[in-house]
C-alpha cells in the first residue's frame, strides 16, 4: 500500500529531450521536503500530504518550471535525494532510481485510491484521446 510518485510516460520532460537544470524540494519559505524527518513504525514526523501538496519544481534549461504534486493523501515516508546531484536520473530511469518521492496512504483510503487508479491500456487510451483532440 505504498505509492512511489514518478514523472509520467507522458510527462513534457520526458517527451521533448528538454534538459532539467534544477530540482527543488522548497516548497515556500516555511516547507522543505527535505525536511521530512519520519521515525518508527507509525512514521512519526512525517509530513502529511492532500492530493494537490506541491512535492518538487522541476525547472528546464529552457525556462519551464513544472510543480509536481502528490496526487495522494499521506504521510510523505522519503524524498528522492539522488535525483539533485544526478537530475538526469528523472529522464533516463523515471519509473525506478528517477522516482520523486514515496507516499504512504492511510490505511483505510489505500484501497480507493489503488482502485481509482488506470490500467496500463486505460492509460494509453487516455494519450491517445488527448493526442488526437491536440491534432
Do not use: M
Not at 512519526?44 to 525556462?63: H, K, N, V, Y
Not at 513544472?66 to 523515471?94: A, D, H
Not at 487516455?126 to 491534432?135: E, F, I, P, Q
Amino acid at each position: 500500500r505504498i505509492c512511489v510518485i514518478t514523472l509520467a510516460e507522458a510527462h513534457p520532460l520526458l517527451q521533448s529531450g528538454k534538459t532539467i537544470k534544477n530540482i527543488n524540494y522548497q516548497i515556500s519559505a516555511n516547507c522543505s521536503r527535505l525536511q521530512n524527518k519520519v521515525s518508527g513504525k507509525s512514521k512519526r514526523g512525517a509530513q502529511f500530504l492532500t492530493e494537490l501538496a506541491p512535492l518538487c519544481r522541476i525547472s528546464s534549461s529552457d525556462g519551464e518550471e513544472y510543480t509536481i504534486y502528490s496526487c495522494i493523501r499521506g504521510r510523505l515516508i522519503e524524498v528522492n535525494e539522488n535525483i539533485l546531484s544526478n537530475p538526469t536520473l528523472l529522464q533516463e530511469k523515471p519509473s525506478t532510481e528517477g522516482y520523486i518521492a514515496v507516499v504512504l496512504p492511510k490505511f483505510e483510503e489505500s484501497k480507493s485510491i489503488t482502485q481509482g487508479l488506470l490500467t496500463q491500456k486505460e492509460y494509453e487510451e487516455v494519450l491517445l484521446k488527448r493526442r488526437n483532440s491536440a491534432s
